[in-house]
């Protein structure tokens, strides 16, 4: 009789480990699947971010021709700058107005003696890429196209008196400034140049 009933105990011990052997496997196999399903996720969103960052970062412009269309010897009402680019890299159309761009000039404050000692100020002029055309047009028409091409060559002529007649940078003679462009939400490029002395509309500002 004891034996009997100590078989029966070894059976209980035995089904009592496999249903604890069953709910760890159980548990496992749900963690397991739970894990999987975030780093699916995980994945899914990196890549989505991923293809619209590509996206937006291969879209920058490719400068071509950088020039002098204008400059004004009594302030900078009709200064004005020249660009020809293209967007080689560009997967999809970009809307002209997401192209920006911003003119930072390192300007001398020397105009009068008292001024001698009072060093550089940096002026700052700002706008969009709105007025650019494809190069059949003016390079100055707000209206002319919305969007740009992917490998297509365009034109702007940029106002420095932007935005709206506030913009502060002024070209002078013996002056270095920076030009610099950038996609909405993607990279920046920057031009550095200098207008020299006796500088003329047409004058080379990537040389």
């Given at each position: 009789?004891?034996?009997?009933?100590?078989?029966d105990?070894?059976?209980?011990?035995?089904?009592?480990a496999?249903?604890?052997?069953?709910?760890?496997?159980?548990?496992?196999?749900i963690?397991?699947?739970?894990?999987?399903?975030?780093?699916e996720?995980?994945f899914?969103?990196?890549?989505?971010?991923?293809?619209?960052?590509?996206?937006?970062?291969?879209?920058i412009?490719?400068?071509?021709v950088?020039?002098?269309?204008?400059?004004?010897?009594?302030?900078?009402?009709?200064?004005?700058?020249?660009?020809?680019?293209?967007?080689?890299?560009s997967?999809?159309?970009?809307?002209?107005?997401?192209?920006?761009?911003?003119?930072?000039?390192?300007?001398?404050?020397?105009s009068t003696?008292?001024?001698?000692?009072?060093?550089?100020?940096?002026?700052?002029?700002?706008?969009?890429?709105?007025?650019?055309?494809?190069?059949?047009?003016?390079?100055?028409?707000?209206?002319?196209?919305n969007?740009?091409?992917?490998?297509?060559?365009?034109?702007?002529?940029?106002?420095?008196?932007?935005?709206?007649g506030?913009?502060?940078?002024?070209?002078?003679?013996?002056?270095?400034?920076?030009?610099?462009?950038?996609?909405?939400?993607?990279?920046?490029?920057?031009?550095?140049?200098?207008?020299?002395?006796?500088?003329?509309?047409?004058?080379?500002?990537?040389?």
């Open positions: 009789m004891e034996e009997k009933l100590r078989h105990n070894v059976a209980e011990v035995a089904l009592s496999m249903v604890s052997m069953i709910m760890i496997l159980l548990f496992s196999a963690i397991a699947g739970m894990a999987l399903m975030m780093i996720q995980a899914m969103e990196s890549r989505t971010h991923s293809v619209d960052q590509s996206e937006t970062l291969n879209s412009p490719y400068v071509v950088f020039e002098l269309e204008e400059l004004d010897t009594t302030g900078n009402t009709n200064d004005r700058l020249y660009i020809m680019f293209k967007l080689p890299y997967s999809n159309t970009i809307p002209d107005t997401n192209v920006k761009w911003a003119l930072m000039c390192d300007i001398n404050d020397y003696p008292q001024q001698t000692n009072s060093g550089h100020t940096l002026e700052y002029s700002s706008g969009d890429f709105d007025a650019a055309t494809d190069l059949t047009g003016n390079a100055e028409d707000d209206a002319a196209i969007e740009f091409v992917q490998g297509t060559y365009y034109h702007i002529i940029i106002q420095l008196s932007e935005p709206d506030a913009g502060d940078c002024d070209l002078v003679e013996d002056m270095a400034a920076t030009l610099v462009i950038i996609v909405e939400n993607g990279r920046t490029t920057e031009l550095d140049f200098y207008v020299p002395t006796d500088a003329m509309p047409g004058y080379d500002l990537m040389s």
